[in-house]
Antibody
């Protein structure tokens, strides 16, 4: 059974860089035809797609965040990563990592709350 | 970006009710439409993909339909565990966008 788990600081200061790790278990990131995705959700609001990465390193980013986002992958550690720079209070949210089967997200992590303050 | 809208934003229902939630895309997305259920404090859960295909393990009381710009999610007979928030998502173009959600409560 595939499981994803987010980890990283729960509190980030304004203007600094938010860094999160997603650890995948039960499946190899480098196998299959999946993208590995980051999605966030501010409290009480809808979900926002941040971007995704294919095991080869190909990425797609949300243009609204593109200048500040880097998603990377380490297939040897079965992990992928999110870096979001120059954060503000508007970046406070629950951040989810997830598996994307190209056209739908079928496995989600439990989410991690990041507060910018 | 493709904008997604949902109606209603919330609805009150009772166990055993049949309910329908509507999702509309700002342009033609063929059938690249997914539905997710989210309960408070939990991650979303995929219910329906490609507009009408039931995800493995999801009860058959859930169904989806539509193509182009207009889509519906129907719950045939509400069960206690169905009281939650439902989101649609388009995956026709990046950035993949979600609707604002529909909360189903008692």
């Amino acid at each position: 059974q595939v499981q994803l788990r987010e980890s990283g600081p729960g509190l980030v200061k304004p203007s600094q860089t938010l860094s999160l790790t997603c650890t995948v278990s039960g499946a190899s990131i480098s196998r299959g035809t999946y993208y590995w995705t980051w999605i966030r959700q501010p409290a009480g609001k809808t979900l926002e797609w941040i971007g995704r990465i294919y095991p080869t390193g190909t990425t797609n980013y949300n243009p609204s965040l593109k200048s500040r986002v880097i998603i990377s992958v380490d297939t040897s550690r079965n992990q992928f990563f999110l870096k979001l720079s120059s954060v503000t209070a508007a970046d406070t949210a629950v951040y989810y990592c997830a598996r994307d089967r190209t056209y739908s997200v079928d496995v989600w992590g439990k989410g991690t709350t990041v507060t910018v303050s | 970006d493709i904008q997604m809208t949902q109606s209603p934003s919330s609805l009150s229902a009772s166990m055993g009710d049949r309910i329908t939630i509507t999702c509309r895309a700002s342009r033609d997305i063929n059938n690249y439409l997914n539905w997710y259920q989210q309960k408070p404090g939990k991650a979303p859960n995929l219910l329906i993909y490609s507009a009408s295909t039931l995800q493995t393990g999801v009860p058959s009381r859930f169904s989806g339909s539509g193509s182009g710009t207009d889509f519906t999610l129907t719950i045939g007979s509400l069960q206690p565990e169905d009281f939650a928030t439902y989101f649609c998502q388009q995956t026709y173009n990046t950035p993949f966008t979600f609707g604002p959600g529909t909360t189903v409560d008692v």
